[in-house]
């Protein structure tokens, strides 16, 4: 199991970190910090970086205003 923003997904082989946040239905846009771990992920491994099963990812929104 993987926890997706504190949601626990179920995670299968060749999960990559994009799979798991869509399937826990999330977004992660361009305004959206990626953690794994506790470790920010660059946006361009998402759909790469596979995943073990007992990761923590967290998507972290940033809002800019003035």
Known sequence: MIS???RM????AEM???DAIIKAGE???NMT???VNGR???KD???SMKLEGFESIKLLRI???G
Not at 9 to 12: A, F, G, I, T
């Open 4 to 6: 997706v923003n504190g």
């Open 9 to 12: 997904v179920e995670c299968h």
């Open 16 to 18: 990559t970190v994009w």
């Open 27 to 29: 977004i992660s846009d």
């Open 33 to 35: 910090l990626v953690m």
């Open 40 to 42: 920010v992920v660059d």
């Open 45 to 47: 491994r998402l759909r």
């Open 63 to 65: 809002v800019s205003g």
